[in-house]
């Protein structure tokens, strides 16, 4: 409609020349490839004069041409211009197609409001909506990869419905929430990614909640990137907003759309560590059945054939069998000794452990939408239905279903009303990983090459004859007895583990616009986003880590309450002046409530997931609630001169339930923004070679608020747990510890207020020759002042932590996007576009801490150092002497270090992207790929593997040459000797890496050097590619009465190119945390190839 | 224009509705924390504390100090490279070590406030448990200007011979409140000792006697061990159940179930110790009872020998020593023995074997099978006595290794076992036990300050004193 009114009244504004030298009258009909039916409001030119009209409601158009005229232009908004030539013809059919560029001509603004980008000085990324959709990615956040500059998104895990990470800039926060706001149709949303009850030691990939929305109902997103874009949210905009727009009913007149999009996906791991395949289970270079190590015989030495069972009740070592479900059984076997080391380990087979539990995994993915409307009312409904199994044999899964009906209404020509409601319902069971002998990623990887995990359970007969069935069968338990675990079966594991999210969520907006006058209008907007999640968490019996058994749900509770009125009136003062005014009161209110049960050594370990199977000494409770409540007065006006100059000016003064007892009660958050289109100095204007040009200047204050309750010192039922997580802790819940309770070690503080970033950026727009090549540059530099911070204390002072606002960050960067259209007309076209990124932060302080080491931090210790980077890793590495040399001990080896140094940096150089569309006709390619180049890995994984002998450099024989060599604990190897290792010069001449370097300095399990784990994560990916063809002809419409048919094949992550020795690194084992580049057998990422089908009639 | 007025006048007045957001903060929610109590009383906080003490006694720390010790063995990941004295300033934290001091502290304030004595003196004895665990492990520690944020954010280091001589009049302070005629009665937040302020007293006494060792301060610490725990009965002990995560032994966490077969007995010399006290010259002692109490073999691994998480001392629902009757008694032994007064020291380690005989040790009792623990005799220890086999010269030297044998033995996993190893090297005259090192020359001599005090506290000392630093008293 909008564009329809803006096409006509420019030609109306033409309208004084029409009557002219006709001499013969041209007619015919615009459609548009993506729609039925004629294109309403396309206006028409006869080209190189101003005579023109506007095509009808059903597209039709008649004109009067003059004699001189050759050609006419087709144009309307968000359309590819057409230039037909006439001819000798009186009806001239065009079909328009529509522009991707072109969309990004509007930005909506954090109010949800359009605006002119060409307007507009703060620095936006708009997403077409269908990129995000056709990318494979079966959530929304992760459809963001590589797309916009300045925009890192790293996912949690490869777990079907895994959440992700997404910054914007830098990071800018240390303790609230570190991700971006995210708002659908004016209404802030929960993006919570949170971690609670057993899944809090990282035990799941956990989801982040904004991925509920189905990406095909989505339209289009802005990334608000900087602070002036997003001063409007006040302290909840320091980290970036994000502004979805879902999609709308068009008016088609009465006719309905129906439009059904059908995809199916296959998925696989995309990368994993390597594993030796040489050396079996044992140490010292002796098989040894059930030992945790592969520092065992070589297996090429033996003799081949089924192993030799100690099956004689009355032999040595005897220690009973277990039978599989298959009727095999499997008995002790004799270990090796120094006389035969493979003792009765005969056979030669080995198996591929990073095969074990992972499948191809699939996804069906079926979207159906109804659309239509008149040039009243406008609706859309849309249902979609996701099914995916992941690529874990089992419990792996995530199913969404999600319903959207956006309708909207002009009522009268000064009332609007519209309304959007999403409703989604989602279920996902994820696996245990991570560092937890659950893990399906420890267990698994830390087998030895030849021991099969396929067998898995069985019926353990002990010596003296007792049965026991359910037996976990694992690699540290090959028997099967009874509580003897250890590290979990991961085969096991996922048929008996699992724990599952169930999801009901529903956002709602209702929204009334009122236009009183043409220059006033009144916008209310009110909101909801509510849902539940209902998580389960099971352990069976014999189970790593619950040898009892553990259950527990846990049940969490969101409610978002949302309310924006605002009022704009718009004046022009004369042909330069004109300007807008707008004011509004926002309150917003959230809600959240969690309920925790757990239950420990289950009396009937078959039953279901009742809490009442256990003894109510062995059951847990807690619950948690928090209610934030936050208003806020804000004004924006925008004034515009000599069409050249466009000024905004917004402030935001907030008050928020979170803010200190004893601080200000609300703050202020101003901002400015100048464009200025140098381009329509007439100097420059018409030039051939500059098409347009723009200068940005923008400064924009933004903040973060505390989390609630930060201002008590409380009492708390005393629980104490081991800090490195070596126990399960005591708690005094137990009726042997009287219920007894101690106070916080966390010290309130009664004077926190806001953190407070300002940012300025400056940016340049231009596009060249004809807007064939655009390039848009920008700026920034930004400084987050009282950043709450939990401050570490030193514990002699009876605290741990003292919340205060504490710290300040730096953030500067340069973002650039580029886009070329190569070929831009014919049938034969080809587009170019890029961004490319980069972000320096640094700490500029700590309120007088030295260091702090983030909570979610893994033993690299990534922290805020002052002077440094955000999130460096401050850990140990060998000692060295004041050249920065290795201290080599007597056998020439490094020796532990003792205190901690700067040992790498998480953070990329810079990230770009590169993307690429040939399409010819109705076929298209689509080529994406990215790189983030220079970021620091700590692979805990690899670390951690070297001390079992399973990664895949250990699997090598040396023989030591003339001299021998001698191993860290100095024993010397003799000449001719083979071993298992490597050999390597540390500086002292050449010396012996085997089993005793890798369990000792060798190792990320101890603090001798966590350095030599930090790798280069520089990665670049074929992140996406896509084949599409459009079957829209007319003979295909008619044959079928369809209006069009879409084919794509996508492929998501093909080709990774990286040096990094661990899974894909763009997963985190803590997830969506602060602590970034970590890996401690984090489940791992995929790749996919999607096929889908998009039918509309 | 009519119409428009009023299109005016509802949408002011909606902005002007929505402007009254002052009382939007009067709600429960925000008004107070609705998850947390802002004070308890004293006897709450008490039991809560008591279980804090319960923990550092059962930590990662003990079972470092172990594994220096020699008693136990690193096998695997973390504890494998503490096994070979791999440690960093990352490896140590105090965030529950001070902090449950200060909540002893509190426990002190609380009481005062109240005019109690009985509660403060518990309070006391909890905080010198703490804090003497602090300087042993790591010697100078903040003491003086601990638990007062406000006017000392960043305390002072003091010098450890301080911290030992301010921790005696803390448990002097103790036995005078405890010794109160009446006070306020904390029997069911009590769960180690029911609020039997007798003994309280016994235990802080029990606790001078340690730290008098330590000190080398013979003379006092009989004189406190005198009036220190009287009888197995009286032993502090932290009681356990069968609920993970909420009251198992953590050594049974740690070995069978968090951790199995990361630690263990192989390689360690305890078990060799133990083994050369059975069926050898001394006829006199069995420790085979004990021997399978302690260790079983072949729980995470064909053949290794682990702890017995089965059926003996680390059991889910053992009871862990914090101080006990034995340590009491084998106290007053080596000072005596040290001060040269055999037959006292003898009768204290008799009374030690006697308890062992009847099968107690830790509120638990072993199997009858290989225990035996007869009286000796101080010609026992002359030359060639049969429990003289090291063949020392004199009676005073054998009496104080066989009395060090049997501390080690008794102090399985409790940090005192390390505080031995190091004190022995120095305390005269010199009788050690031939402790292997697990690797290398050097021998671990104390804990490296948490990382986290070296990132807080500028009062840290400098350079950082590595594990192989002696502390001042060792």
């Known amino acids: 409609m909008a564009k329809t009114l803006l096409v006509n009244f420019l030609l109306l504004a033409l309208g004084g020349s029409r009557l002219w030298a006709q001499t013969r009258t041209i007619t015919g009909t615009v459609t548009a490839y993506e729609e039925t039916g004629g294109f309403a409001g396309v206006a028409v030119l006869v080209k190189g004069t101003t005579i023109g009209t506007v095509t009808d409601v059903n597209g039709k158009y008649s004109l009067s041409v003059p004699e001189s005229g050759k050609a006419l232009v087709f144009s309307a908004v968000g359309m590819e211009t057409v230039e037909e030539p006439i001819g000798g013809r009186t009806t001239v059919d065009v079909r328009l197609k529509s522009d991707t560029r072109q969309l990004t001509e509007i930005v909506i603004t954090a109010l949800g409001t359009k605006t002119e980008r060409d307007r507009f000085a703060s620095s936006i990324s708009t997403l077409d909506g269908k990129n995000i959709a056709r990318t494979g990615e079966t959530s929304l956040l992760t459809g963001l990869s590589g797309k916009a500059s300045g925009v890192l998104v790293t996912r949690n895990g490869g777990d079907p419905g895994a959440g992700a990470y997404i910054q914007i800039r830098g990071q800018n926060t240390i303790n609230g929430n570190a991700q971006p706001l995210f708002i659908v149709d004016g209404m802030p949303v929960s993006n919570a990614s949170d971690n609670i009850g ?75 560590p390597p594993l030796q395949r040489s050396y079996g289970q044992g140490s010292g270079g002796l098989y040894n059945q059930g030992q945790r190590n592969s520092f065992g015989d070589r297996i090429a030495d033996r003799t081949g054939g089924s192993d030799t069972f100690i099956t004689n009740p009355t032999a040595p070592g005897y220690q009973g069998f277990v039978t599989f479900p298959d009727g095999t059984q ?49 609706f859309l409904l849309s249902y979609s239905n996701l099914n995916q199994e992941g690529i874990v044999k089992a419990f792996s899964n995530y ?191 959230r809600s959240r409530a969690t309920l925790q049960n757990a239950i420990t050594n289950l009396i009937v370990p078959t039953a279901p997931d009742i809490l009442t199977n256990a003894l109510n000494s062995n059951l847990t409770a807690g619950n948690y609630n928090s209610l934030i409540r936050t208003y806020a007065y804000y004004a924006q006006a925008d004034v515009q001169a000599y069409n050249q100059l466009f000024l905004t000016l917004t402030g935001r003064n907030e008050s928020a339930s979170t803010f200190g007892a004893r601080t200000n009660s609300s703050f202020f958050f101003p901002s400015a923004a100048l464009a200025w289109q140098f381009s329509k100095l007439p100097v420059l204007e018409g030039g051939s070679l500059l098409s347009f040009g723009k200068l940005r200047l923008t400064w924009g204050q933004v903040g973060i608020q505390p989390q609630p309750y930060q201002n008590f010192t409380t009492f708390g039922p005393a629980n104490y747990s081991d800090f490195f997580g070596f126990t399960s802790g005591l708690s005094a819940a137990s009726a042997l510890y009287s219920g007894g309770y101690v106070r916080s070690t966390t010290a309130g503080n009664d004077f926190l207020r806001p953190e407070r970033k300002t940012e300025a950026e400056v940016g ?149 992207g590169l993307g690429s569309t040939f399409s010819y006709k109705g076929l298209s390619l689509y080529v994406l790929f990215d790189r983030v180049s220079g970021n620091d890995f700590f692979n805990g994984t690899r670390g951690s593997m070297y001390a079992f002998g399973v990664h895949g450099d250990q699997g090598n024989t040396v023989v ?39 369990q000792g300095r060798g190792t990320a399990s101890n603090s001798a050097s966590y350095k030599q784990f930090v790798e280069d994560a520089s990665v670049s990916r074929l992140r996406e590619i896509t084949l599409s063809y459009s079957l829209r002809s007319p003979g295909f419409r008619r044959f079928t009465h369809l209006s069009s048919v879409d084919f794509s094949l996508t492929g998501r992550n093909l080709v990774l190119w990286t040096n990094y020795t661990g899974t894909d690194p763009e997963v985190n084992i803590s997830g969506a945390g602060l602590s970034r580049g970590q890996d401690w057998f984090t489940n791992p990422n995929t790749k996919s190839v999607l096929f889908s089908v998009r039918i509309a009639y | 224009m009519k119409k428009l007025s009023h299109k005016f006048i509802i949408a002011l007045l909606a902005i002007y509705v929505l402007g009254g957001c002052k009382n939007l903060f009067e709600e429960p929610n925000i ?39 020699g008693e136990l063995n690193g096998l695997s990941r973390a504890h494998q490279g503490f096994a070979q004295y791999i440690v960093s300033s990352q490896a140590f934290v105090w965030n529950t070590l001070y902090p449950v001091g200060s909540q002893a502290r509190l426990i002190q304030i609380k009481a005062d406030a109240l005019g109690d004595k009985w509660i403060k003196g518990v309070g006391q004895v909890l905080e010198a448990l703490v804090i003497a665990k602090a300087t042993d492990l790591y010697g100078d520690v903040p003491y003086r200007q601990v638990f007062d944020p406000e006017t000392y954010p960043t305390p002072v280091f003091d010098r450890q011979t301080d911290v030992y001589a301010a921790l005696q009049t803390t448990l002097d302070n103790a036995i005078v409140n405890l010794s109160a005629p009446s006070g306020l009665a904390f029997a069911a937040q009590d769960f180690m000792y029911k609020g039997d302020v007798v003994k309280w007293k016994a235990a802080a006494n029990t606790l001078k006697a340690r730290l008098y060792l330590h000190t080398g301060d013979y003379a006092k610490a009989v004189s406190s061990a005198v009036l220190g725990i009287g009888s197995t009965a009286n032993d502090l002990l932290v009681p356990h159940g069968t609920s993970q995560g909420i009251d198992i032994n953590q050594n049974y966490d740690f070995f069978r179930v968090s951790r199995p077969g990361d630690t263990g007995f192989n390689g360690a010399y305890l078990p060799k110790l133990m083994q050369s006290r059975i069926n050898q010259a001394n006829t006199k002692t069995d420790e ?49 023995a040290r001060l040269g007064v055999s037959d006292s020291a003898l009768t204290a380690l008799n009374a030690v074997r006697a308890g ?31 429990a003289n086999g090291t063949s020392l010269p004199t009676v005073q030297t054998a009496l104080l290794y066989e009395i060090i044998s049997q501390r080690y033995i008794v102090f399985l996993m409790q940090y005192e076992a390390f505080t031995d190893y190091r004190r022995l090297a120095k305390a005269l005259p010199v009788v050690q036990l031939p402790i292997p090192l697990y690797v290398g020359t050097k021998k671990p001599q104390r804990f490296i300050y948490p990382q986290g005090e070296v990132n807080t506290n500028p009062n840290v000392p400098k350079p950082l004193p590595d594990q192989f630093t002696n502390v001042p008293l060792f």
């Not at chain 1, 539990?357 to 009312?377: E, K």
């Not at chain 1, 009876?798 to 831009?824: M, V």
């Not at chain 1, 030591?960 to 001449?989: C, E, S």
């Open chain 1, 330 to 378: 499997r008995y002790a076997i004799a270990p090796g000794t120094a006389a035969n080391p493979h003792g009765g380990k005969n056979s030669r087979e080995t198996f591929n452990h990073t095969r074990d539990v992972f499948q191809t995994g699939h996804f069906t993915d079926n979207n159906l939408s109804i659309s239509g409307g008149n040039d009243r009312t406008t």
């Open chain 2, 31 to 69: 008004q107070r924390n609705p998850n947390a109590v802002t004070d308890v009383d004293v006897a709450t906080l008490l039991s809560g504390t008591l279980l804090g003490v319960a923990m550092l006694h059962e930590d990662t720390d003990v079972r470092i100090a172990s594994i220096w010790a």
């Open chain 1, 764 to 912: 340049v727009d231009l596009r060249f020759l004809n807007n064939r090549f655009s390039l848009s540059a920008t700026a920034y530099t930004n400084n987050t002042k009282d950043v709450i911070l939990s401050l570490n204390v030193p514990n002699e002072t009876g605290f741990t932590i003292r919340n205060s606002n504490a710290a300040e960050l730096d953030n500067k960067g340069l973002e650039l996007d580029a886009g070329a259209d190569l070929i831009p007309t014919g049938a034969f076209r080809w587009n170019l576009s890029a961004n490319f990124s980069l972000n320096r932060s640094n700490v500029v302080s700590l309120a007088g801490a030295s260091a702090y080491t983030l909570p979610d931090s893994y033993m690299q210790n990534s922290s805020l150092i002052p002077g440094q980077p955000f999130g460096i890793f401050y850990s140990t590495d060998f000692q060295k002497d004041e050249t920065g040399r290795y201290i080599l001990d007597a056998n020439g080896f490094p020796q532990g270090g003792t205190g901690n140094e700067i040992i790498g940096n998480p953070n990329p150089n810079w990230r770009g």
């Open chain 2, 288 to 336: 085979t009872a004990l021997y399978n109490h302690y260790f079983k073999t072949g729980i995470t691994a064909t053949g290794s020998l682990d702890p017995n998480t089965a059926d003996g001392a680390f059991t889910a629902n053992a009871p862990h020593p914090v101080l006990t009757y034995y340590e009491n008694q084998l106290i007053m032994a080596e000072a005596q």
């Open chain 1, 198 to 272: 057993t899944a809090a030691g990282n035990g799941i990939v956990q989801q982040s909640r904004i991925n509920d929305i189905n990406p095909e109902d989505i339209e289009r997103m802005e990334v608000l990137k900087g602070a002036s874009a997003a001063a409007l949210w006040g302290t909840r905009a320091a980290n970036g907003v994000i502004v979805i727009t879902t999609k709308k009913g068009r008016n088609t007149d009465g006719k309905v759309n129906i439009s059904f999009k059908s995809a199916v996906s296959f998925d696989r791991v995309n990368k994993m």
């Open chain 2, 356 to 386: 062992l005989s009847a099968g107690y040790i830790n509120g638990k009792t072993m199997p009858v099978v290989g225990r035996r623990y007869e009286l000796y005799s101080v010609a026992d220890f002359g030359p060639g006595g049969l």
């Open chain 1, 960 to 998: 030591t040459p003339a001299g021998g060599l001698k191993d860290v604990n100095g024993n010397l190897i003799p000449a001719g000797t083979a071993f298992q290792g490597q050999i390597k010069d540390f500086g002292a001449g050449p010396v012996a890496i085997n089993q005793a370097w890798w």
């Open chain 1, 399 to 589: 199913r969404r279903n999600t319903a959207r009906i956006n309708v909207a209404s002009q009522f009268t020509d000064w009332l609007r009303v519209s309304a959007n409601v999403g409703y989604t319902n989602m279920f996902s069971s994820r696996i245990q990983q991570g560092d937890n002998v659950d893990g399906i990623m420890l267990s698994g990887l830390r087998t030895p090459p030849d021991y099969d995990n396929s067998y898995y359970t069985g019926t353990y007969t002990n010596p003296a004859g007792q049965v026991f069935p359910n037996a976990h069968v694992s690699y540290r338990n090959p028997l099967g007895r009874d509580l003897s675990t250890i590290y979990s079966n991961p085969t096991w594991n996922i048929n008996n583990n699992r724990n599952t999210t169930d999801v009901d969520r529903i956002i709602g907006t209702l929204e009334l616009d009122i236009t009183p006058t043409p220059w006033l209008s009144v916008t209310g907007r009110t909101g909801i986003d509510n849902y539940t999640d209902n998580r389960l968490e099971r352990f069976a019996r014999n189970s790593a880590r619950y040898l009892t058994g553990y259950l527990s749900k846990n049940w969490i509770t969101e409610k978002q309450f949302n309310t924006d009125v605002f009022a704009t009136a718009s004046k022009t003062f004369s042909n330069d002046f004109g300007g807008s005014l707008l004011v509004g009161v926002n309150y917003n209110s």
